[in-house]
């Protein structure tokens, strides 16, 4: 079956450390998508990518990286200098004449 | 910019009752508004979507929403609830077209569905 698969569920990060979320998609997708979903504040967008090697900010880029070398894979780095990470993150891909399609997200905690 | 407002934070409802969940947005353009469903610690389903044509729009689930241009509302029917509906529910618009680059969502509605 076609999906998004986003690794790991959940991930713990020290004080000063980056970690990087992975997704994945076999769909085909032109674009990727990633969202942070904290309580009460909806879906915020954080990166998304429309072709390989190339990728925009979205509204809450500050912290984050990402990269896109292939059609398949968007992996999300959330580094140190992102000060609040915890949060649920998730990932969304689609193709021309079709809705955003998620995968099943990561929850991010810290020690 | 386009926003999405969902007016109430949670909506508490019993099992086969009726329920509605409100969604309104801000859009000077041409407007594309989708309903997803969050079951906990899962991904968005996508409920429903309109894109053009009749402003009555039927979904998954036995869910409904209908278009209304002049209240610019976008609001989730469904007759007859179950236990089963209990869930985070979205409201989403997109921009730069009909799937667009872009979705901008509201805060989210939960349902709770008791017995």
């Known amino acids: 079956d076609g999906g998004i698969t986003q690794s790991p569920k959940y991930l713990f990060r020290k004080e000063g450390q980056n970690v990087t979320l992975s997704c994945e998609q076999n769909l085909n997708h032109d674009a990727m998508y990633w969202y942070r979903q904290d309580p009460g504040q909806g879906l915020r967008l954080i990166y998304y990518s429309q072709i390989v090697n190339d990728f925009q900010k979205g509204d809450i880029a500050e912290g984050y990286s990402v990269s896109r070398e292939k059609k398949e894979s968007f992996p999300l780095t959330v580094t140190s200098a992102q000060k609040n990470p915890t949060a649920f993150y998730l990932c969304?891909?689609?193709?021309?004449?079709?809705?955003?399609?998620f995968g099943d997200g990561t929850r991010l905690s810290i020690l | 910019a386009q926003s999405v407002t969902q007016l109430d934070s949670q909506v508490p409802v019993f099992e086969e009752a009726p329920v509605e969940l409100r969604c309104n947005y801000s859009?000077?353009?041409?407007?594309?508004l989708f309903w997803y469903v969050q079951y906990p610690n899962q991904g968005l389903q996508l409920l429903l979507k309109?894109?053009?044509?009749?402003?009555l729009v039927k979904g998954i689930n036995g869910f409904e929403a209908e278009f209304n241009k002049s209240q610019t509302s976008f609001h989730l029917r469904k007759p007859s609830v179950h236990i089963s509906d209990t869930a985070e529910y979205f409201c989403a618009v997109s921009v730069g077209g009909e799937y667009g680059n872009k979705l901008v969502f509201g805060a989210g509605t939960i349902l709770r569905v008791k017995s």
């Open positions: 309109y894109l053009s044509g009749s402003t």
């Open positions: 969304a891909s689609t193709s021309f004449n079709q809705p955003q399609h």
């Open positions: 859009s000077s353009v041409s407007v594309y």
